[in-house]
């Protein structure tokens, strides 16, 4: 999937993957963060870092009537799984 394909890549380049609820201590452009391992936030870690990556997740919308089929249509998981180049292609969303 692109979530693995992504996480794979960055665990490449050496950047420190954490996994949680994440919240800033306030908006005053802090170099930590507050983590959490679940949503009930017990055992808060704090991660002091000078850069931060705020990876939400997402999982493609598929409407009912659309025949997402991975042949003619694709959504955003799906379309990287092709192995070749179409001639031409339409995106819609965002």
């Known amino acids: 999937s692109n979530a693995q394909d992504v996480r794979r890549q960055l665990e490449f380049a050496g950047v420190d ?3 949680g609820f994440a919240s ?3 908006s005053g452009g802090t170099e930590s963060i507050f983590v959490t391992k679940s949503d009930d936030h017990s055992a808060i870690q704090t991660v002091n ?3 931060v990556m ?3 997740g997402s999982k493609p919308f598929r409407p009912g009537g659309i025949p997402f089929d991975g ?3 694709f959504d ?4 990287n799984q092709i192995n070749y180049l179409p001639k031409s292609m339409a995106i819609t969303g965002s």
Do not use: L, Y
């Not at 955003?76 to 379309?79: H, K, L, P, Q």
């Open 17 to 19: 993957f954490i996994e």
């Open 24 to 26: 800033f201590p306030d």
């Open 49 to 51: 870092t000078k850069n």
């Open 54 to 56: 705020v990876a939400t």
């Open 71 to 73: 042949t003619r249509v």
């Open 76 to 79: 955003s998981d799906s379309i």
